[in-house]
Nanobody, 123 residues
Protein backbone atom coordinates (compact mmCIF):
# COMPACT_ATOMS: atom_id res chain seq x y z
CA UNK A 1 0.00 0.00 0.00
CA UNK A 2 1.18 3.50 -0.88
CA UNK A 3 -0.16 6.61 0.81
CA UNK A 4 0.09 10.00 -0.85
CA UNK A 5 -0.33 13.41 0.77
CA UNK A 6 -0.29 16.60 -1.30
CA UNK A 7 0.56 20.06 -0.05
CA UNK A 8 1.47 23.47 -1.42
CA UNK A 9 -1.78 24.60 -2.97
CA UNK A 10 -3.18 28.06 -2.45
CA UNK A 11 -4.30 31.32 -4.01
CA UNK A 12 -1.96 33.07 -6.44
CA UNK A 13 -2.27 35.86 -8.99
CA UNK A 14 -1.99 35.15 -12.69
CA UNK A 15 1.64 34.98 -13.72
CA UNK A 16 2.68 33.72 -10.31
CA UNK A 17 4.19 30.42 -9.20
CA UNK A 18 3.44 27.60 -6.79
CA UNK A 19 5.18 24.35 -5.95
CA UNK A 20 3.08 21.35 -5.05
CA UNK A 21 4.52 18.46 -3.07
CA UNK A 22 3.40 14.86 -2.85
CA UNK A 23 4.79 12.87 0.05
CA UNK A 24 4.67 9.11 -0.40
CA UNK A 25 4.71 6.62 2.45
CA UNK A 26 4.17 2.92 2.83
CA UNK A 27 5.75 0.42 0.50
CA UNK A 28 8.52 1.81 -1.68
CA UNK A 29 7.65 2.04 -5.35
CA UNK A 30 11.08 2.58 -6.76
CA UNK A 31 10.08 1.15 -10.12
CA UNK A 32 6.83 3.01 -10.44
CA UNK A 33 5.50 6.32 -11.60
CA UNK A 34 4.08 9.46 -10.04
CA UNK A 35 1.66 11.72 -11.85
CA UNK A 36 -0.30 14.88 -11.30
CA UNK A 37 -3.88 15.33 -12.40
CA UNK A 38 -6.25 18.21 -11.90
CA UNK A 39 -9.98 18.63 -11.76
CA UNK A 40 -11.82 21.89 -12.25
CA UNK A 41 -15.43 22.32 -11.09
CA UNK A 42 -17.83 20.47 -13.35
CA UNK A 43 -15.04 18.83 -15.35
CA UNK A 44 -13.33 15.46 -15.42
CA UNK A 45 -9.92 14.67 -14.02
CA UNK A 46 -7.27 15.93 -16.44
CA UNK A 47 -3.70 14.69 -16.87
CA UNK A 48 -1.02 17.26 -16.07
CA UNK A 49 2.35 15.52 -15.84
CA UNK A 50 4.00 12.21 -15.04
CA UNK A 51 7.48 11.05 -14.08
CA UNK A 52 9.10 7.67 -13.71
CA UNK A 53 10.38 7.35 -10.16
CA UNK A 54 13.76 6.52 -11.69
CA UNK A 55 13.67 9.96 -13.31
CA UNK A 56 14.25 8.57 -16.79
CA UNK A 57 11.00 9.82 -18.32
CA UNK A 58 8.82 12.89 -17.93
CA UNK A 59 5.73 13.83 -19.91
CA UNK A 60 3.46 16.86 -19.80
CA UNK A 61 0.06 17.88 -21.04
CA UNK A 62 0.30 20.37 -23.89
CA UNK A 63 -1.57 22.92 -21.79
CA UNK A 64 1.22 23.08 -19.20
CA UNK A 65 4.31 22.30 -21.27
CA UNK A 66 6.98 24.94 -20.75
CA UNK A 67 5.28 26.28 -17.62
CA UNK A 68 5.18 23.30 -15.26
CA UNK A 69 7.99 20.99 -14.22
CA UNK A 70 7.67 17.62 -12.50
CA UNK A 71 10.44 16.19 -10.36
CA UNK A 72 11.05 13.88 -7.43
CA UNK A 73 13.43 13.44 -4.52
CA UNK A 74 13.88 9.75 -3.84
CA UNK A 75 15.65 10.38 -0.52
CA UNK A 76 12.46 11.84 0.98
CA UNK A 77 9.98 9.89 -1.15
CA UNK A 78 8.45 13.13 -2.41
CA UNK A 79 7.32 14.29 -5.81
CA UNK A 80 6.97 17.90 -6.87
CA UNK A 81 5.10 19.95 -9.42
CA UNK A 82 6.64 23.37 -9.97
CA UNK A 83 4.06 25.61 -11.61
CA UNK A 84 5.04 28.93 -13.17
CA UNK A 85 3.30 31.52 -15.32
CA UNK A 86 0.03 30.40 -13.82
CA UNK A 87 -3.20 31.24 -15.59
CA UNK A 88 -6.79 31.45 -14.28
CA UNK A 89 -7.56 28.31 -16.32
CA UNK A 90 -5.07 26.41 -14.16
CA UNK A 91 -7.51 26.75 -11.25
CA UNK A 92 -8.42 23.26 -10.06
CA UNK A 93 -7.96 20.68 -7.37
CA UNK A 94 -4.61 19.02 -8.06
CA UNK A 95 -4.19 15.34 -7.28
CA UNK A 96 -1.06 13.28 -6.96
CA UNK A 97 -1.27 9.70 -8.20
CA UNK A 98 1.11 6.75 -8.25
CA UNK A 99 1.34 3.34 -9.77
CA UNK A 100 3.86 0.53 -9.59
CA UNK A 101 3.88 -0.13 -13.32
CA UNK A 102 1.82 2.17 -15.52
CA UNK A 103 2.94 5.42 -17.07
CA UNK A 104 -0.11 6.83 -18.77
CA UNK A 105 -2.41 9.76 -19.23
CA UNK A 106 -5.62 8.25 -17.89
CA UNK A 107 -6.63 8.37 -14.21
CA UNK A 108 -7.70 4.73 -14.56
CA UNK A 109 -4.05 3.71 -14.88
CA UNK A 110 -3.12 4.82 -11.39
CA UNK A 111 -3.78 2.79 -8.29
CA UNK A 112 -2.89 5.22 -5.50
CA UNK A 113 -4.25 8.73 -5.01
CA UNK A 114 -3.84 11.63 -2.66
CA UNK A 115 -6.68 13.71 -1.30
CA UNK A 116 -5.99 16.72 -3.53
CA UNK A 117 -4.92 20.29 -2.95
CA UNK A 118 -6.72 23.39 -4.23
CA UNK A 119 -4.95 25.78 -6.57
CA UNK A 120 -6.73 29.03 -7.35
CA UNK A 121 -5.32 31.53 -9.83
CA UNK A 122 -6.90 34.97 -9.83
CA UNK A 123 -6.95 37.17 -12.90
Amino acid sequence: QVYLVESGGGLVQAGGSLRLSCKASGTSFSGGTMAWFRQAPGKGREFVAVIRWSGTSRFYADSVKGRFSISRDISVQTGYLQMSSLKPEDTAVYFCAADRYNLGYSPDEYEYWGQGTQVTVSA
